[in-house]
């Protein structure tokens, strides 16, 4: 039985880090998790559309988390011009993440039709930026498409882009489905998925009724999850880490209308460890999680990335905290609130036992 890994800081390529208050207290809770490469979602109010307010923003989150190494991305908008994703090519932005409208969190400005960005992404697959997709459909429930199918609904839209745009570097974010999985495995290597620490352990009955596992897209049918299960087990290269980390205070999960967003931020590590384990797969980890998605999106030291080394050790009894309060300062931390992570006062029975910061 292993019960010590020592494997590389890993990379998160799909996560959240907020504004003001919220991302004080997360962004250092990416080295905490393992992490040192983080991809960053601009679904902030309002959204980063422009190369200027994502490199202020890296600068930010870069002065909360030092050694961690921040890869950006810009909200795909009517303001994202041919000549914004030159520039942001040339200043190192790595991607552009698109919201189909009113899906999830902060996508009030996400696009209705995606051949009027033809020509954009046809400058991004020539300046090798990435197109990051939130694949859902809205609910349309004149035409039977609600939750549970929203993704497999998308799916035909993800072929078509692959087939206009080949050699434009796609990532089917937070892929839940069993029909995504297939598709994206058929697609050429331009064609990848992010998979969450979450989805790989929650079906629809873990999150109907349990507003602190209610994420978009939501978790799916037991088959679904197989599916996930199977192709992260099989070490297959294009499926590979992706949070999607998305914390929200405590009162708006728990309210009549709850927010999306499961946060694993702080144990990314432990949690994957406790999963792999049960998969039956702790062999594959590392690569899911340290380089597999490195290589998809061909990060070098260029980006200022450098390899450390985190230890992972199985123990009696590692339990979650029950919550973080969203205040740094103590003086206003009963004000604020705080974020219940994933598993909250659960055993996951592994720790990290030395990390890289
Ligand atoms: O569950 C989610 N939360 N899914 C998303 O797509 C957005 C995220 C958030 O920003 O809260
Ligand atoms: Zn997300």
Redesign the pocket.
């Known amino acids: 039985m292993t019960t010590s890994l020592t494997i590389p800081s890993a990379c998160d390529f799909h996560l959240?880090l907020r504004q003001g208050d919220m991302m004080r207290m997360v962004t250092p809770k990416v080295a905490e998790g393992g992490v040192s490469l983080a991809y960053i979602?601009p679904?902030l109010q309002p959204p980063i559309k422009t190369t200027d307010e994502a490199l202020a923003y890296k600068k930010e989150l870069q002065a909360l988390a030092p050694n961690v190494t921040f890869l950006m991305t810009l909200y795909l908008s009517p303001e994202l011009t041919v000549e914004e994703v030159r520039k942001a090519s040339k200043a190192g932005i790595r991607g552009v993440k698109s919201y189909p409208r009113g899906v999830?969190?902060?996508s009030e400005s996400g696009i209705e039709s995606y051949e009027v960005y033809y020509p954009v992404f046809k400058a991004m697959e020539e300046e090798g930026l990435v197109l990051n997709l939130?694949g859902e459909i809205p609910s349309d429930h004149n035409n039977n498409v609600c939750v549970m199918n929203a993704e497999e609904k998308f799916l035909p839209e993800l072929e078509k882009l692959h087939k206009a745009f080949p050699n434009l570097k796609i990532v089917l974010e937070h892929a839940t489905s069993q029909a995504a999985v297939e598709m994206v495995k058929r697609l050429g290597d331009t064609v990848a998925c992010s998979i969450t620490v979450h989805h790989l352990q929650l079906i629809v009955d873990d999150w109907a009724g349990q507003a602190h596992h209610f994420?978009?897209p939501v978790a799916k049918y037991p088959n679904d999850r197989n599916a996930l299960r199977e192709v992260v087990a099989s070490g297959h290269p294009r499926f590979f880490l992706g949070t999607?980390s998305?914390p929200?205070p405590s009162h708006a999960k728990e309210s009549a209308h709850a927010?999306?967003?499961?946060f694993t931020t702080p144990l990314v590590l432990p949690y994957l460890a406790k999963i792999f384990e049960e998969i039956g797969c702790l062999d594959k980890l590392e690569n899911f999680a340290c380089h597999f998605g490195k290589q998809f999106y061909q990060v070098t030291q260029k980006d200022g990335f450098e390899t450390a080394t985190v230890t992972l050790v199985k123990e009696d009894n590692v339990v979650v905290p029950q919550q973080y309060a969203i205040a740094t300062d103590p003086s206003t931390q009963g004000d604020l609130g705080a974020v219940v992570p994933f598993l909250a006062s659960k055993n996951i029975g592994w720790k990290i036992a030395k990390n890289f910061c």
């Open positions: 959240h979602m679904n999830t969190t902060n939130h994420c978009k999607d998305a929200h927010h999306a967003g499961v």
